[in-house]
């Protein structure tokens, strides 16, 4: 009975014996090195992507001025949304219109994920609200721009490329925000909606 117990542990060595072989193999610094850097580069990915539960100051986009508020909270009734001023005067069709929006919105998005990735974040949890108003001309946007900025807030002008409806360097479209929906309509509450 012992050597028939002998027999069937024997290949159980071999076996263990074999594969002990094999993990070796796998575990070399050339294929251990990439692994690990690729790991480590997912994890970045997956940590970017989660929304942030704590504070966080917004950073201004205008180079050495001082930021005074905090715009960014964790308060949940707070929503965040982004407002889009297109000229009136300039007399768009509707396509060239939701096209300069969607270079306004997209612009804004690209410069948000330089800056300021948790503001980014929080209003991608609010769903990203978008609102469209008019303005009359290209001096009430710069004052609409100026005013935005003087409190803090987020924003970018679209220059059009002048291909089709207007002339190059245009200025189309103002984004406001994201930022909170009180700060945002101090700026452009009183601008007729699209």
């Known amino acids: 009975m012992w050597a028939s117990t002998r027999k069937s542990s024997q290949p159980t060595k071999q076996l263990q014996k074999q594969e002990r072989e094999r993990l070796g193999v796998s575990f070399r610094p050339e294929n251990f090195i990439p692994g690990l850097v690729l790991g480590f580069i997912l994890g970045l990915l997956l940590d970017l992507s989660k929304p942030t539960k704590t504070l966080s100051k917004k950073k201004n986009f205008l180079p050495g001025k001082l930021q005074e508020e905090d715009f960014v909270s964790t308060n949940a009734d707070q929503g965040l949304k982004m407002v ?16 300069q929006c969607a270079h306004a919105a997209t612009g804004m998005y690209a410069e948000l994920m330089k800056s300021n990735r948790s503001l980014l974040r929080q209003w991608e949890d609010c769903g990203q609200p978008k609102i469209v108003v008019t303005c009359r001309n290209q001096q009430e946007m710069n004052k609409l721009r100026e005013a935005a900025e003087n409190i803090g807030l987020p ?5 059009d490329a002048g291909r089709t409806q207007v002339s190059a360097g245009s200025k189309t ?22």
């Open 173 to 194: 479209v103002l984004a406001v925000g994201p930022g909170p929906k009180v700060a945002v309509d101090s700026v452009t509450g009183k601008l007729n909606l699209l």
């Open 155 to 159: 924003t970018f002008v679209v220059s």
């Open 84 to 99: 889009l001023v297109v000229r009136q005067d300039l007399k768009m069709k509707s396509g060239k219109i939701a096209s």
